[in-house]
C-alpha cells in the first residue's frame, strides 16, 4: 500500500532554499502522479506543482512558477520539491500526494511538513 512520508520542512529566511521529499515508505510498485500542495493558517489548500510519473511532464502554479522544482525518483520511491528565493507568502503546512494511475484524483496524502518563511 502507498504510504506517503514528507520531510525536509523547516524555518528559513526570506530568499533562502529548502528541498521537501516525498517518499513511499510502502515501496510499491504502484504507478501514480505526484503532486505538492500546501495549506497556510486560515486559508484552503492549495496546488502547488504535480509531475507525472515518467518524469517527463510537470505543471506548477504560477505563484511558484521560476522559484520551485518537482523531481522524482523511482527507484528511490520518492519525490522532491525544490524551493528556492522562499517568500512569507510560501509559509505553509506542505503535502505530497499520489494520483494512482494519473486518474486525476489524488487518492495518497502525506501527513505533511511544516515550511516557515521569515521575514
Known amino acids: 500500500q502507498v504510504q506517503l512520508v514528507e520531510s525536509g520542512g523547516g524555518l528559513v529566511q526570506t530568499g533562502g532554499s529548502l528541498t521537501l521529499s516525498c517518499e513511499d515508505s510502502g515501496r510499491t510498485s504502484a504507478r501514480y502522479a505526484i503532486g505538492w500542495f500546501r495549506q497556510a493558517p486560515g486559508k484552503e489548500r492549495e496546488f502547488v506543482a504535480t509531475?507525472?510519473?515518467?518524469?517527463?511532464?510537470?505543471f506548477y502554479a504560477d505563484s511558484v512558477k521560476g522559484r520551485f522544482t518537482i523531481s522524482r525518483d523511482n527507484a528511490k520511491s520518492t519525490g522532491y520539491l525544490q524551493m528556492n528565493r522562499l517568500i512569507p507568502e510560501d509559509t505553509a503546512v506542505y503535502y505530497c500526494a499520489g494520483d494512482l494511475e494519473e486518474r486525476g484524483q489524488y487518492v495518497y496524502w502525506g501527513r505533511g511538513t511544516q515550511v516557515t518563511v521569515s521575514s
Open positions: 509531475i507525472s510519473w515518467n518524469g517527463l511532464a510537470s
